[in-house]
């Protein structure tokens, strides 16, 4: 069961970001705009929960399309910051397909 697995501040986090309902992909044409309109505003929901909770550690934009994101994150370590940029694509057959973000700079490490 999903409640044994998340926290119940992670469970507050996830009821705070809206649903998305529009089941489209790249190839969907409009109903992928509709898609990545509910995509942006979880995104830009989950970004202003962490901020809140001082809990800031990404940033992100994608091209026109929403097909290719980029954008760098970060984690704090003993007073030290390691950031990485932050690359992927949204696969053709997404939402079915996840993304498979990677960290460049960790390629082959």
């Not at 697995?5 to 009821?15: L, Q």
């Not at 992928?32 to 942006?40: H, V």
Request: net charge negative; proline share 7%.
């Amino acid at each position: 069961q999903i409640s044994k697995i998340m926290d119940d501040s992670t469970k507050k986090t996830v009821a705070a970001i809206p649903l998305l309902t529009e089941k489209a992909g790249p190839r969907d044409g409009e109903q992928w705009i509709k898609r990545l309109k509910e995509e942006y505003a979880a995104l830009i929901r989950y970004v202003e929960i962490n901020k809140q909770q001082d809990n800031d550690w990404f940033k992100l934009e994608s091209n026109p399309l929403g097909t290719s994101w980029f954008g760098k994150c970060w984690y704090i370590h003993n007073f030290m910051k390691y950031e990485f940029d932050l690359e992927f694509d949204i696969p053709a057959t997404y939402p079915n397909t996840a993304p498979e973000p990677t960290l460049p700079e960790l390629d082959g490490n």
